[in-house]
C-alpha cells in the first residue's frame, strides 16, 4: 500500500522517531518545519532507511503563507494522505504570567495554526476517501494546573478539535488519532525537575503507529498516562484548586 | 538547557558530576565543552567532573549512501552496531567494528578504535575519508594526511566537535558469520595460531586462570562474513541490579572458565552465527557492567611489539598467580595500522584483561603497566583509569605533535576531560 506522510514540526525527537519508523515501511515523508538544514539531515536519514521519497518544506504555524505549498505537495503523491502533527511551544508558566501576550503564540502554535492547516487539508482526505490525521496533544491539556495552564489550555483546544476532525474525517473513510504523551525524554523537557518514567521518542512513534493502525481514537502514550489522568481528571475542583500537582 | 547528571565510564570505577547539554539539531553543536557518546569507555575519557559536556546520541543521523561504492556519510552519534544493523543485509560492514556495537561513530574515530580484523584492515580511522569538525569559531572539513586529521583521529576529543563523518565501508558477503573455534592448550600454540591465521576476523579468548603447562590457554575463533539465514540473535537481556561481590571471585572464575574452554570440542568446532554475536557478543546483556557490583572494574588492555612477546607471556604468569582475573581476558594479533598520533595500534600482540575495582587489583595493573613500558608497549587510553602523565607520555611518542595540534584547535582549554586532566596530556 502506498503510503505519504505529511509531518508537521519534524525537527522534533518525536516526530524523528516516527519518520523513521514510517521510513522502515517505505512510507513517501513531507517534513515541514522551520529547520530546513536540519531537516534536509533527517530526510537523507530517511531515505536510507528506507523511505519511498523524503521532501523537505518550509511550516511556520504563525504563518499561514507556509500553509499552501505543503498541500499542494502532498496532493502530487498518489495512494493514501495521511498527516501528523507534532507542533507546539511551552515557554514556562513563570514567563507567560510575566509576559501575558506570549499566550499568543502558544496557541498560535499549539492549537490554532496546525488547526487551520488541518481544516485545509480535511476536503483533500474526504476528495480520496481514506487517510489518517495523528494530533499530537498533551496530557497537560486534560486539566489546568498551576504549572503550565496556557499551554495546556491551548492543547486541550487542540484536543477538542481533533475530536471534531474525527467527527467529521470518519465519515468520509478516514480517521483521526488523539496522542497525549506523558513525559517523553525530548529537548523540551531535557533537565527538568520532577520527571518520572520517562518514555523515549520511539516508545511514542511505536505506539503512534499502533494507534494508526487499530484505528484508536485517544491514545496515552506511555498507555499507563491514561490511568494516571484518569484520577487527576477525577478530584473534584474544591479540592483540585489547592493542589499543585 | 543543561541537565546535571552523575556519570561513570564503563567500568563505573570512575564517575563524574557533569552538566549535560543534549543536542538535537546540527546548529546546537558547539565546541564549548567536550562531546560524549554511550560513555562506553572504561575509565574517564567522557568524564568532565564540576564541569559541562555536550552528549552526541541524539545526533545519529545517516547523510548519505552509496550503494555502489560504500562511502558513507553518518553524525557523529550514530552506534557502529546500528549502522551493521542497516548495511550488513545490503552487503556493507563498518570497515573495523569494536567490541560493543554501542559505540557511536565519533567515539570510534576519536579512540581511534580496532576490532578483530587489525591485522588485515588496520584502526577504525583509516577508513574514515573525512570528518566534519566544530571549533570554536567555525566548522571545518578536516581530509587524511593532514596534522589536523591525525591529531582528531585517536585525539580524546580534544580539536573539535566531530557533527559527522565519511567513512569507506568494507563489503561483505552478507550478515552471517561463519565462526571456527579451537582450542588452545598453551601460550605457544596460542601465538603460533595467531601468526598464521589468515581468517580475516580471528580473536583469542583466554583462560587468565590456568597456570603452569596450561598458562596461556583458550580458544581462538576465526570468522568470516557468509550469506545465508540464521536464527535472529536472541532478545537483549538487562542486569537489573549491582552483583554482590563474591559472584567473580577466584573459584567461581576458575569454574567457569574451565567449562568455557571445554565447551568447545577438543577438535575444533565451525558454526554460523548472526553477526552481532560475533562482533559484538557481551552487547546482547544490558548493563553487563554491573556484573562487578558497585565498586566496579577495571580493563587493563596493553600492546607489546612481537620481539617482546615473551614479556606478555611474563604478564599472563603474573596474573594467573595474582588469582585476581575476570573471566573476559582477550588476546589478538596486531597489524601496524594507525591512524592518529595518539592512536592506540602497533605490530604486536594485544592482551586485554578485566579486574575488579579492588585495591590488590590496582596494585597489578600498576605492576602490568610497568612491565608494558619495559616491553616497549602501551596501554589503550580507551580502557585505562589509572595510569600516570610520565608512563603514558613515553609510550605515545606522538605525544608532543598532538599537543601542538591540539593547542592551536582549542586554544582556551573548552574540550578538557578528565582523563586529560589525570595524565597531564595538554599544556598548562
Not at chain 2, 34 to 62: E, F, H, K, V, W
Not at chain 2, 260 to 269: A, I, L
Not at chain 2, 282 to 291: A, R, T, V
Request: hydrophobic share 45%; charged share 20%.
Amino acid at each position: 500500500m502506498d503510503e505519504t506522510w505529511i509531518i508537521l514540526g519534524a525537527t522534533s525527537s518525536m516526530a524523528r522517531a516516527l519518520a523513521r519508523a514510517l521510513a522502515a515501511r517505505g512510507a513517501t515523508l513531507i517534513l515541514a518545519g522551520r529547520d530546513l538544514t536540519d531537516m534536509k539531515a533527517t530526510a537523507a536519514d530517511c531515505t536510507a532507511r528506507g523511505a519511498a521519497d523524503a521532501h523537505v518544506i518550509r511550516f511556520d504555524a504563525r504563518k499561514p503563507a507556509t500553509f499552501n505549498p505543503i498541500l499542494e505537495l502532498a496532493e502530487a503523491q498518489s495512494g493514501v494522505l495521511n498527516a501528523a502533527v507534532f507542533v507546539g511551544s511551552m515557554p514556562p508558566q513563570s514567563e507567560i504570567s510575566a509576559q501575558p501576550q506570549l499566550i499568543q503564540g502558544v496557541v498560535t502554535d499549539s492549537f490554532t495554526g496546525p488547526a487551520e492547516f488541518l481544516e485545509l487539508l480535511a476536503p483533500i482526505l474526504e476528495a480520496r476517501g481514506s487517510g489518517t490525521v495523528v494530533g499530537v496533544g498533551s496530557v497537560a491539556g486534560d486539566r489546568g494546573r498551576i504549572g503550565n495552564y496556557a499551554y495546556g489550555a491551548a492543547k486541550a483546544g487542540f484536543h477538542t478539535y481533533m475530536s471534531g476532525l474525527r467527527n467529521r474525517l470518519t465519515r468520509a473513510g478516514g480517521h483521526a488519532v488523539t496522542v497525549k504523551p506523558g513525559f517523553i525524554d525530548t529537548a523540551m523537557t531535557w533537565g527538568l525537575q520532577g520527571m518520572f518514567l520517562v518514555a523515549s521518542p520511539d516508545d511514542v512513534a511505536r505506539d503512534i503507529l499502533q494507534g494508526v493502525d487499530r484505528k484508536k481514537n485517544v491514545v496515552y502514550t506511555p498507555f499507563f498516562w491514561r490511568y494516571i489522568m484518569r484520577i487527576i481528571k477525577s478530584v473534584p475542583e474544591p479540592i483540585f484548586k489547592k493542589l499543585s500537582i | 538547557m543543561l541537565k546535571t547528571k552523575n556519570i561513570t565510564g564503563w567500568g563505573r570505577a570512575l564517575s563524574a558530576e557533569v552538566s549535560l547539554a543534549r543536542p538535537e539539531r546540527i546548529s546546537q553543536i558547539t565546541a564549548e565543552r567536550p562531546a560524549i557518546g554511550n560513555c562506553r569507555s572504561y575509565g574517564d575519557a567522557s568524564l568532565n567532573d564540576a564541569g559541562q559536556a555536550s552528549i552526541m546520541t541524539r545526533l545519529d543521523r545517516i547523510l548519505n549512501f552509496d550503494l555502489e561504492t560504500g562511502v558513507l556519510e553518518v553524525e557523529a552519534g550514530i552506534c557502529i552496531g546500528e549502522l551493521a544493523r542497516i548495511f550488513a543485509p545490503q552487503g556493507w560492514l563498518p570497515a573495523v567494528m569494536p567490541g560493543t556495537g554501542f559505540a557511536t561513530v565519533g567515539g570510534a574515530i576519536t579512540m581511534d578504535v580496532h576490532g578483530k580484523n587489525h591485522h588485515i584492515m588496520g584502526s577504525f580511522g583509516q577508513h574514515v575519508l573525512e570528518i566534519t569538525l566544530r571549533q570554536n569559531g567555525g566548522t571545518k572539513t578536516v581530509k587524511p594526511s593532514t596534522a589536523l586529521f591525525k591529531a582528531t583521529v585517536g585525539g580524546l576529543g580534544q580539536t573539535g566537535v566531530i557533527v559527522s563523518a565519511k567513512l569507506q565501508l568494507l563489503a561483505c558477503r552478507g550478515d552471517v558469520m561463519l565462526v571456527t573455534e579451537r582450542r588452545m592448550d598453551n601460550w605457544e600454540m596460542f601465538l603460533e595460531a595467531l601468526d598464521t591465521s589468515d581468517a580475516p576476523y580471528t580473536v583469542g579468548w583466554i583462560d587468565a586462570t590456568a597456570k603452569g603447562a596450561a598458562l596461556g590457554r583458550g580458544i581462538i575463533e576465526e570468522g568470516e562474513t557468509g550469506p545465508g539465514l540464521v536464527p535472529k540473535a536472541a532478545k537483549s537481556k538487562a542486569v537489573p541490579f549491582n552483583a554482590p561481590h563474591w559472584a567473580l571471585s577466584r573459584p567461581i572464575v576458575k569454574l567457569f572458565n574451565a567449562a568455557y574452554f571445554k565447551r568447545v570440542p577438543d577438535m575444533g568446532r565451525t558454526s554460523v552465527k548472526p553477526i552481532q554475536e560475533f562482533f559484538f557478543p557481551l552487547d546482547k546483556i544490558h548493563d553487563w557492567n554491573k556484573l562487578y557490583g558497585k565498586r566496579g572494574f577495571h580493563q587493563f588492555q596493553c600492546v607489546v611489539p612481537i620481539e617482546n612477546a615473551p614479556a606478555l607471556r611474563d604478564m599472563l604468569e603474573v596474573i594467573a598467580q595474582s588469582g585476581l582475573a575476570s573471566p573476559l581476558a582477550v588476546l589478538k594479533r596486531m597489524g601496524d595500522g594507525r591512524a592518529g598520533f595518539m592512536s592506540f595500534p602497533m605490530e604486536g600482540y594485544t592482551l586485554a584483561i578485566d579486574f575488579p575495582n579492588r585495591a590488590a587489583a590496582r596494585a597489578l595493573i600498576e605492576k602490568l603497566e610497568a612491565m608494558t613500558l619495559a616491553a616497549k608497549g602501551r596501554i589503550y587510553l580507551a580502557k585505562d583509569a589509572l595510569s600516570t602523565p610520565e608512563a603514558v607520555q613515553q609510550m605515545y611518542p606522538e605525544h608532543n605533535v598532538w599537543q601542538t595540534q591540539v593547542e592551536k584547535a582549542d586554544p582556551d582549554g573548552n574540550l578538557v576531560t578528565d582523563l586529560i586532566r589525570r595524565l597531564n596530556l595538554r599544556k598548562q
